[in-house]
């Protein structure tokens, strides 16, 4: 954020505090008129997702929906069964590892934007999203849901992301407050982190999402912390969130995360919400209402939760007779928003003898191959999944741009495992029954699919690699789908599933310079062939454009700009969260790597990741010169000339890094504190300015524990100026 703006914001945020003030008051006075019964009504859910108003007074219920790659489809009230009516079709966006592989803020507030039109659109008045949790480790199934393994590149994502929901009078709801970091037992895990790696890197983008994004909800998480659950975390509720943070909106418990009726009562958790239709029976439901009656809870602590959501209600003009946003969805706008995310978020992770772009006009025959070529996505995951108006897969991307005088012939390459499929065509929905098993597990480790699955596989692989051997174009699409990267389930390694690396040696050796197209939502070993490669692309869960996207950048009508907003491991023992950590733990997790999570450990201690964090190449070329840095009220002032020395234009994300010159044993050797998108036109060069966050970020939040760890910081640092984590073109001492 630039000084001017930041000055506004401070009036801003003044102004908001008077008008926080007299909202409170009329909450209050409007709570006194509520019956208990309707008091109890608005703090757990009456349907699977909706709480009950009071109508007599003119207080709507308040309607949810998951978040975060669109709005989700309409269940039935008490059961997990779709409506299945036409008109929840929405758009379906990029998830937001896509999104932060953008490292553009622009677009994080524009698909906020669609998000909460969309949500308003379809009459929701919370969104459960955005998911903001670190990326501990690669196997974590939700990483797809997750922005980065780096807390400030989250933060600086999700504040904007949050601010272009909330335009359309839809709270977002951050998600999932804290340490929330695994599937397997996600229940009952109990997180043991300290103070310093919570404060550092677990908590930073959460105290932005509320600060700056000003997000109205916050969902705690379902594990422990510490010993106790999220959902009444003293530390983490009351003396940091509440006391520290001063956050006034409404915490929402996760679906089935509240154990206990009198911890909850008494905790800063506002509302219950579970996957089961007993809602009377939740345990701020009836449970409460006796425990109240009898005198055994106070009636106070009911009083304070309403209080908050009655204030929620009035934030999104739901009380009395004020406009209210209507919001839309399925417009135009929303899929050219979409498109314009996917585009930048594809990642060029390798390009040798610059095999990439394919020239359009030169290919009269393409040979695509693999599963994902023409597979979608949006439909999976848990409860991210979407009934997407539409997806373009990479085949219909590649096709559409190729157009009719080129010859596109696809085979599959591979297939799925038969159980799987079958899995998948169930219709109970996974969410009914998502609290057994301690809420999630770990995959078993993939041994060999049954005989019939292998020879087919066998059939496929020899298929597309004698078909490559005769293409002078090939491009395969492979990577993980929705039975990996996926809610309630984290992986067992990182592994290609379905035989692929036999698959893609077996077209390389056919044809080196077939392209190689991954998807995912979380990186993959790739050491079985990585080096026979000339090309790797990198695309996520890219939302209803991104086919479209792929082949853009595939034939060269955009140029590629997408960083990884993560690392990338030759094998997820390389990550500290296994090396040093544990994951998934036995009933607790020691996150004994502290703040040496992602590049941080990498850096500090040399491990060689495969791609390294903040890495993404371009079908052009940049020179960095002239660096100067200055102190300025609170910020590194870091500037330097970006030049465009190649023949195309392109967006490159300038990253600074900020290294102690004398480093203490428990901080990483470098951090990334600024970053900025620029675009030049070839030959172009123009100069960068970003404002980079001291090493102890404000926005960590805990000034009163930093005060007291602040003495030793020592004065001198070194400003990193690079293209990525590793690839630091300009230093420069202050
Ligand atoms: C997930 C939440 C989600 C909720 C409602 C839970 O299983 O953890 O992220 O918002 O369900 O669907």
Known sequence: ???????????????????????????????????????????????????????????????????????????????????????DAVSYLPCNSALAASWNRELAAATGSVLGEEA??????????????????????????????????????????????????????????????????????????DEKALREIYLPAFYDALKRGGSHTIMAAYNRLNGDHCYY??????????????????????WGGVHDTALAAESRLDIEMSVTDNFDDYYLADPLKERIEKGEISEQELDEKVVRILMLLSRLHMLGKEPRKSGSYNTPEHRQSALDT???????????????????????????????????????????????????????????????????????????????????TGDVNWQETSLEDGGGRMRERAGAADEAVLRKR?????????????????????????????EGRDRADMKLPYDQDLLIREILQANPNAVIVLMGGSPVEMEDWIRDTKTLVWCWYAGMEGGRALAEVLF???????????????????????????????????????????????????????????????????????????WKEGRYEVTCDLENTGTRAGKETVQVYLAPAERAEDEPVQQLRGFEKIELEPGEKKQVRILAEP????????????????????????VRIGASSRDIRLTVRI
Not at 474 to 480: A, I, N, S
């Open 1 to 87: 954020m630039n000084i001017e703006r930041s000055k506004t914001a401070d009036r801003d945020r003044k102004g908001t505090k008077t008008a926080d003030k007299d909202r409170r008051t009329a909450a209050e006075e409007l709570m006194k008129k509520l019956t208990l019964d309707e008091k109890i009504g608005m703090v757990h859910g009456a349907q699977l997702f909706q709480t009950a108003g009071a109508e007599r007074l003119g207080i709507p219920p308040l309607k949810m929906s998951d978040g975060p790659m669109g709005v989700r489809q309409e269940f039935h009230p008490a059961s997990w069964v779709p409506v299945g009516n036409s008109d």
């Open 120 to 193: 308003r659109g379809r009459g929701k008045d919370v969104i459960l999203g955005p998911g903001i949790n670190i990326k501990r480790s690669p196997l974590c199934g939700r990483n797809f849901e997750y922005f980065s393994e780096d807390p400030y590149l989250t933060k600086e994502l999700a504040a904007p992301f949050i601010q272009g929901v909330q335009k359309w009078d839809v709270a977002a709801c951050v998600k999932h407050f804290a340490a929330n970091n695994q599937e397997t037992e996600r229940l009952w895990v109990d997180v043991e982190v």
């Open 233 to 254: 975390q003293h530390h983490l509720l009351d003396e940091i969130l509440d006391s520290e943070w001063g956050y006034d909106g409404v915490v929402i418990s996760d």
């Open 342 to 424: 996917a585009r930048e978020s594809v990642v060029l992770l390798k390009n040798e003898n610059r095999v990439l772009p394919l020239a359009a006009e030169q290919v009269e025959k393409l040979l695509v191959i693999g599963e994902n070529a023409d597979c979608t996505h949006a439909d999976g995951g848990g409860s991210a999944e979407i009934k997407a108006l539409y997806e373009i897969t990479p085949l219909l991307g590649i096709k559409s741009l190729l157009g009719g005088n080129t010859e596109v012939r696809y085979v599959p390459g591979y297939v799925r495992d038969e159980e799987q499929t079958e899995k998948e």
């Open 458 to 486: 066998e059939a496929l692989r020899k298929e597309a690699a004698e078909l490559a051997a005769r293409y002078e174009h090939v491009v395969f699409v492979g990577g993980l789908n929705h039975e990996y990267d996926s």
């Open 556 to 630: 060269g009508k955009v140029n590629p700009s997408g960083k990884l907003p993560e690392t990338f491991y030759k094998k997820h023992t390389d990550c500290s969260a296994h090396a040093v950590g544990e994951f998934p733990g036995d009933a607790k997790v020691r996150y004994k790597e502290g703040v040496f999570v992602g590049y941080r450990y990498n850096d500090t201690f040399g491990v060689e990741p495969r791609f390294c964090f903040g890495h993404g190449l371009s079908y052009t070329t940049f020179a960095y010169s002239n660096p100067e840095v200055k």
């Open 695 to 718: 090493l102890k970020m404000e926005s960590a939040g805990y000034s009163a524990w930093e005060a007291e760890q602040d003495a030793a910081v020592p004065g001198m640092t070194e």
